[in-house]
């Protein structure tokens, strides 16, 4: 089946310029993630859905980033008033509940000038 | 929350030796320790996973061993060939209700021809 789908694969804006990254998930999948990963680094958790409960926003590292999911299907996230370090690779990760194996789509390149 | 630590931060052998990359991690009930590959460019993939009622798993060229007791697992790459060449994350969850990973900071592999 399809996996785990976002878009767009590359984003070019301006700083200070609002951005959305859209997620679409492993269908069925109701547990969601998002990370970034700078260049040459690690992921850095973000943000996660599961289910219905309240998302976990442990790791926004500012509140100009905010996510949003509808159900269990698409998420998008926002940043807000770019700056130049939000450039970096958002991924978002899929799995199904109860079960950690997490499935990548192939993120979003993102760069502030 | 769980800490993980990943060691070492580069990894260069020959092809055809064996690589270990090794992780700790603090949270005494984590209980799934999986391994992710991410080649350049690319979004990370499962590559082998392990629970906590297994000391080890192996899966053709690769294998993960983990120590409940010192709270450490690895992961072994045997017969090593130039498509090994990633970055490799390792990553633990406690699985109560929460499907949440903490990742290490990654390996960067490269096989030397």
């Known amino acids: 089946g399809a996996g785990v789908s976002q878009s767009p694969s590359n984003k070019v804006t301006e700083k200070g310029k609002d951005v959305e990254l859209r997620c679409d998930p492993i269908?069925?999948?109701?547990?969601l993630y998002w990370y970034r990963q700078r260049l040459g680094q690690g992921l850095e958790f973000l943000i996660y859905?599961?289910?219905?409960?309240?998302?976990?926003k442990s790791g926004l590292p500012s509140d100009r980033f905010s996510a949003e999911r509808t159900g269990e299907s698409v998420s998008t996230l926002t940043i807000q008033r770019t700056q130049q370090e939000d450039s970096a690779v958002y991924l978002c990760?899929?799995?199904?509940?109860?079960?950690?194996?997490?499935?990548f789509g192939p993120g979003t390149r993102l760069l502030v000038l | 929350g769980e800490n993980v630590e990943q060691h070492p931060s580069t990894l260069s052998v020959q092809e055809g030796d064996s690589a270990v990359i090794k992780c700790t991690y603090s949270d005494s009930a984590s209980n799934y320790f999986p391994w992710y590959k991410q080649e350049l460019g690319k979004r990370p993939q499962l590559i082998i996973d392990i629970r906590s009622n297994v000391g080890e798993k192996k899966d053709q060229r690769i294998a993960v061993t983990l120590n409940k007791t010192a709270k450490h697992f690895s992961l072994h790459i045997t017969e090593t060939q130039p498509e090994d060449s990633a970055v490799y994350f390792c990553?633990?969850?406690?699985?109560?209700?929460?499907?949440?990973?903490?990742f290490g900071t990654g390996t960067r592999l490269t096989i030397i021809p």
């Open positions: 990553a633990a969850s406690t699985n109560f209700g929460n499907e949440k990973l903490t």
């Open positions: 269908s069925g999948h109701t547990a």
């Open positions: 859905f599961q289910g219905n409960s309240a998302p976990d």
């Open positions: 990760a899929s799995s199904l509940a109860g079960i950690e194996t997490q499935y």
